[in-house]
Each structure stands twice: as structure tokens, then as C-alpha cells.
């Protein structure tokens, strides 16, 4: 095997931008299911497969925030509103594609990455409190628990925005840790706070 082959991309920062190849052995099943389900392997995946315990983390949180009760629509709040509030350069513009993909509309995804109202109270009833989950850490006053219960949500929503907050705090950090580089795919959807 040559060299040239075995050569490392890294980021910015001097993490390494693995390929199945290249990871520790490890990551190499959870590169292919990564592979698998975006028919290409993502950059900040191809990043946390420095330490497998985080990439196999962050699918199985993707996952089970796929399989929660929010629908397209919250879940793309959920996330977006995170990415925004932390500034996120690399998971703005790659939730905008995957928001298309899932058939979110172009008026929610762009009130996200504006912070300009969103179409529905419901849906904006869902950005404020997942703000605040945010922004105190989990340490939200009563009256915004009610105010998202009165939007018509649940106690199990509560927590499933824990999760969704447990997962872009594991994408967000590492991107701002790796300044992973926004895939080719998704530069077009390019964003800054």
C-alpha cells in the first residue's frame, strides 16, 4: 500500500478527516453505516471516528431522535434552533439539507437560520422552550414548562428535547473543537450567525 493512500485529511484544527481505511478499527462498521445511510460519509462523522464511543453515541442519538414523537417539522426545529443558538457552521447548513430531504418547508428552515418568527405558534412554542433548555442548562422555570405543555405538547416531549439537546451538543462541540469543513454537498446552504 502506498503512502499516498493511507494519507490523512485533517481539519483546520489538525483533526484527522478519517475514511474507512484510515479510522481506528473500531469506527470502521459505524463509518459504513453512516456511508450507508447518506450514501456518502460526512465530515463530522469522518471526524468523531477518531473516538468510536462518539460516533457510535451520536447515530444512536440521530436515531433515536428520528424515532421520537416530534414530526419533520419539530424535529428540524429541535435541531436547527440548537445549531443556531450554538453557532453551529457546519450543522446549520447541513440541517438545511437534510430539512429539504425530509420535506420541511423553506419558510421554517429560513425563519430558523434568520431567528425570525416561525409559521405556526406551536412550532415557535417548541424553539422557546428548547431555548430555554439551552440556555439554562436544563433549568427552566415553571412557566415555560406550562407554556410549552399549553402549546400542546407533553412531559415525554419535554424529554425528548433533553435528547435532541444530548445530540447536537455532541456535533456542535466537535465542530467548533475540529472546524470541520462543510461538505460540498452542503455548501450551498453555507451560514453564519
Same mark, same amino acid.
Given at each position: ?26 469506527s ?18 469522518? $471526524? ?10 451520536y ?20 435541531w ?11 450543522? $446549520? ?8 430531504n ?9 425563519a ?48 425528548? $428535547? ?32
Amino acid at each position: 500500500m502506498s503512502t499516498a493512500a493511507t494519507e490523512v485529511r485533517t481539519t483546520p484544527t489538525g483533526y484527522p478527516l478519517h475514511t474507512a481505511e484510515t479510522a481506528p478499527p473500531e469506527s470502521a462498521p459505524l463509518i459504513a453505516a453512516s456511508e450507508k445511510a447518506f450514501g456518502r460519509l460526512p465530515g463530522l462523522h469522518a $471526524v468523531m471516528a477518531e473516538a468510536p464511543g462518539l460516533l457510535e453515541g451520536y447515530q444512536a442519538l440521530h436515531r433515536l431522535v428520528l424515532e421520537s414523537s416530534f414530526d419533520d417539522d419539530e424535529t428540524t426545529v429541535l435541531w436547527q434552533t440548537i445549531n443556531v443558538e450554538h453557532a453551529c457552521h457546519y450543522c $446549520v447548513p447541513a440541517h438545511t439539507g437534510i430539512a429539504k430531504n425530509m420535506g420541511v418547508s423553506d419558510e421554517i428552515s429560513n425563519a430558523l437560520r434568520d431567528e425570525t418568527p416561525l409559521p405556526t405558534a406551536r412550532l415557535e412554542a417548541l424553539r422557546t422552550f428548547t431555548l430555554a433548555v439551552v440556555r439554562g442548562r436544563g433549568n427552566v422555570e415553571e412557566g415555560q414548562v406550562q407554556a410549552f405543555l399549553e402549546a400542546g405538547y407533553t412531559r415525554r416531549q419535554i424529554l425528548e $428535547v433533553v435528547l435532541g439537546v444530548a445530540q447536537k451538543v455532541m456535533s456542535n462541540y466537535t465542530n467548533h473543537l475540529a472546524l470541520t469543513p462543510v461538505d460540498r454537498v452542503m455548501q450551498k446552504f453555507a451560514w453564519e450567525k
